[in-house]
């Protein structure tokens, strides 16, 4: 089955539709923003990141009548037992932005010992509105939390974020560098391999 040529991503975030863009060049599909399209931004009401993704697709699907990619990503860390979760973009309370975001995880990790987490992405493509069978992928990035932000790059919680293998936090990577070892590198990667495979 052909491909489409045009897919809206349910994001408002311009950080990750640039690393989206970028990650699936090559396949011939345009990709919007449901803001160009008007379309308003989805309530996350869920306590996973699956059935939140579902929800943005969906929605953004329902309005705008194209094919719809959505993630819902965030940064799950051990010693606050998985959070902040699904509530990472608003960790530091509702319209928080990334620094403030960043300074209230930081507080609550200064004196932690144990400083694990992984960014997760859940990535789904739905058809149409009622697709009752979306593709659906995902993708982890473990790590551990530096008790103050590094690097100029990236968005969330790239700053804070230290990629154990290269040494460097998310934000101290180039765009390439990062979509090579990220959460949603890894969903797009297996994403695009579905497509590749003719399941669309």
């Known amino acids: 089955m052909m491909l489409p040529s045009k897919v809206a991503i349910a994001s408002g975030n311009a950080g990750k539709i640039r690393e989206i863009n970028l990650m699936f060049q090559g396949l011939g599909m345009e990709f919007v923003s449901q803001g160009d399209l008007g379309v308003s931004e989805a309530d996350e009401p869920y306590d996973t990141f699956l059935e939140n993704a579902l929800t943005k697709a969906r929605h953004v ?11 819902d990503s965030g940064i799950c860390v051990l010693a606050l037992d998985g959070r902040p979760g699904v509530k990472s973009a608003r960790f530091a309370g509702e319209g928080a932005i990334d620094a403030q975001n960043n300074n209230h995880l930081i507080e609550l990790m ?56 290269f040494d460097l936090t998310g934000a101290e990577m180039s765009l390439v560098q990062k979509n090579g070892v990220s959460h949603r590198g ?15």
């Not at 593709?135 to 690097?151: I, K, N, Q, S």
């Open 110 to 165: 200064r004196n932690a010992v144990d400083r694990r987490a992984y960014f997760y992405c859940a990535l789904v493509l739905v058809r149409h509105f009622n697709d009752p069978a979306p593709l659906v992928t995902d993708g982890r990035w473990f790590g551990e939390l530096l008790h103050e932000p590094r690097g100029q790059e990236g968005f969330g919680y790239d700053p804070l974020f230290l990629d154990l293998d």
């Open 186 to 200: 890894a969903a797009v990667r297996s994403m695009k391999a579905l497509l590749e495979s003719g399941l669309y």
């Open 61 to 71: 699907s329902k309005y705008s009548k194209l094919p719809v990619l959505a993630d």
